[in-house]
């Protein structure tokens, strides 16, 4: 608090507009007729908190923050145990789970590129259906290694996919200007499933008889939250009639 806010005070802005900065070098007249004209991939117009949670797409995406938040907690804590336990060696785990990140960079500046010219709801639809598909090694792991490194590279192709729909989905539905108050409301969802999920988990490894059945429900949790994904339409708002258009409350047309 000491040191951030004052920082902030000083040279924090509230949007790139503000200093002159415009999308891909547009000047501001092309930015504000572009800004007026029909959104390609999302809604029109800024929403407020109040008019957001009124709209079936914000409970649905809140869903599925909450469902995918739960399962990659769970996912990446006992993960690692668990290749231990089907007989692969510290160097090969090391090596495999350090491919998941790297995989992660290459593949989020891809589907930035991927998500200018395809909704993002179908975007985030083909990425959960791909972490579904990396638990698919996971429940047939025999301790080959072929089972941890095509669990690690989908896995990780697949959050560059899911981390791009997660930052573009929220502005392309309901705007910027009142996002911060918006998002704010899904994290608490996002942090809440997160916690839970360690402990739940343990639960259910120590109620299956083999942790293969785990991973099952971790591949079920992503259809799931695919299919979820694809119903997300961008939210419209809905259209007086037009005898009532311009007419005062209160007062008959």
């Known amino acids: 608090i000491l040191f951030s806010v004052p920082v902030c005070l000083l040279l924090m802005r509230k949007d790139p507009e503000s200093l ?8 501001r007249e092309e930015f504000e007729a572009q800004s007026t004209a029909p959104a390609r991939h999302g809604s029109t117009g800024d929403w407020t908190v109040a008019e957001a949670v009124r709209t079936q797409s914000f409970w649905l995406l809140i869903s599925f923050v909450g469902l995918t938040g739960f399962v990659i907690q769970g996912t990446l804590i006992y993960r690692t145990a668990f290749w231990e336990d089907t007989g692969v060696s510290d160097g090969i785990l090391g090596f495999a789970t350090a491919l998941d ?3 992660v960079l290459f593949s989020g500046l891809f589907f930035g590129f991927v998500a200018e010219r395809v909704a993002a709801r179908y975007l985030g639809f083909i990425g959960s259906l791909a972490v579904a598909a990396s ?3 996971m429940m047939l792991a025999t301790g080959a290694i072929w089972n941890i490194f095509a669990h690690n590279i989908i896995w990780g192709l697949a959050m560059g996919a899911n981390i791009t729909v997660n930052n573009v989905i929220w502005p392309n539905y309901f705007g910027r200007l009142h996002l911060g108050s918006i998002r704010g409301m899904m994290f608490p969802v996002a ?3 997160a916690a839970f999920s360690a402990p739940l988990f343990a639960v259910l490894i ?3 008889p083999d942790v293969r059945w785990v991973w099952g429900v971790t591949f079920g949790a992503y259809i799931i939250a695919a299919l979820i994904m694809l119903s997300s339409r961008p939210p419209r708002r809905r259209r ?3 005898s009532r258009v311009g007419v005062p409350a209160g007062e008959s047309a």
Request: no cysteine; charged share 15%; aromatic share 8%.
């Open 20 to 27: 002159g900065l415009y999308p891909d070098g547009m000047s």
């Open 101 to 103: 990140p790297f995989t």
């Open 135 to 137: 638990m698919v090694p």
């Open 191 to 193: 942090i809440g499933s």
């Open 206 to 208: 120590d109620l299956v």
């Open 240 to 242: 007086l009639p037009e």
